[in-house]
T-cell receptor, first 118, second 114 residues
Framework: AQKITQTQPGMFVQEKEAVTLDCTYD???????LFWYKQPSSGEMIFLIY??????QNATEGRYSLNFQKARKSANLVISASQLGDSAMYFC???????????????FGKGTHLIIQP | DVKVTQSSRYLVKRTGEKVFLECVQD?????MFWYRQDPGLGLRLIYF???????EKGDIPEGYSVSREKKERFSLILESASTNQTSMYLC?????????????FGDGTRLSIL
């Protein structure tokens, strides 16, 4: 069974609209971390935002916010006021167990290809 | 800024060759990782290391080995390259001290095995 599910293979959005990219996860561990990365066509993976399973508030970083619904095991990325430069692949990833050393690798979803149209 | 440098952006090798992919990070990070990325599959963890000379298998270690002789350098080795190892390979590093530490990635090596 997939641990990270991104149900939207691709999305087209008009510039300046808000975008929600879906991510659901599966874990039985109470401690885990969720990450979102952006991968432009140039190939580099860019860290966007992090949410810990015990965090009380939804994470925000500039135009990015994470809609964390723990009971639903959902961690959707919201991009406000989308820009042409937001066009990229977006990956949701999970680290489990939530270890102090942070040495565990990430489990990635298959990604969502977001295209922002002018 | 964290800099993770992979030695080659593109690489073409033949089946049966021994292939070395090199990765260097300049932020004194304890942890280093190797992933491969294939269309429709996302990224999959091959190996990681949390200290010099230490290594742990990820989800798909078969056909690969790694070496970490110095803290800043993590090498991925394809002992006898096969065509199904044609892929994009991504190296990453992170700091220890908390599960919230993000991994910082290099630009990737696109490897073709002919």
């Amino acid at each position: 069974a997939q641990k990270i599910t991104q149900t939207q293979p691709g999305m087209f959005v008009q510039e300046k609209e808000a975008v929600t990219l879906d991510c659901t996860y599966d874990t039985s561990d109470p401690s885990y971390g969720l990450f979102w990365y952006k991968q432009p066509s140039s190939g580099e993976m860019i860290f966007l935002i992090y949410q810990g399973s015990y965090d009380q508030q939804n994470a925000t970083e500039g135009r990015y916010s994470l809609n964390f619904q723990k009971a639903r095991k959902s961690a959707n990325l919201v991009i406000s006021a989308s820009q042409l430069g937001d066009s990229a692949m977006y990956f949701c990833a999970m680290r489990e167990p939530y270890s102090g050393g942070g040495a565990d690798g990430l489990t990635f979803g298959k990604g969502t290809h977001l295209i922002i149209q002018p | 800024d964290v800099k993770v440098t992979q030695s080659s952006r593109y690489l073409v090798k033949r089946t049966g060759e021994k292939v070395f992919l090199e990765c260097v990070q300049d932020m004194d990070h304890e942890n280093m990782f190797w992933y491969r990325q294939d269309p429709g599959l996302g990224l999959r963890l091959i190996y990681f290391s949390y200290d010099v000379k230490m290594k742990e298998k990820g989800d798909i270690p078969e056909g690969y080995s790694v070496s970490r002789e110095k803290k800043e350098r993590f090498s991925l080795i394809l002992e006898s390259a096969s065509t199904n190892q044609t892929s994009m390979y991504l190296c990453a590093s992170s700091r220890s001290g908390g599960g919230n530490q993000p991994q910082h990635f290099g630009d990737g090596t696109r490897l073709s095995i002919l």
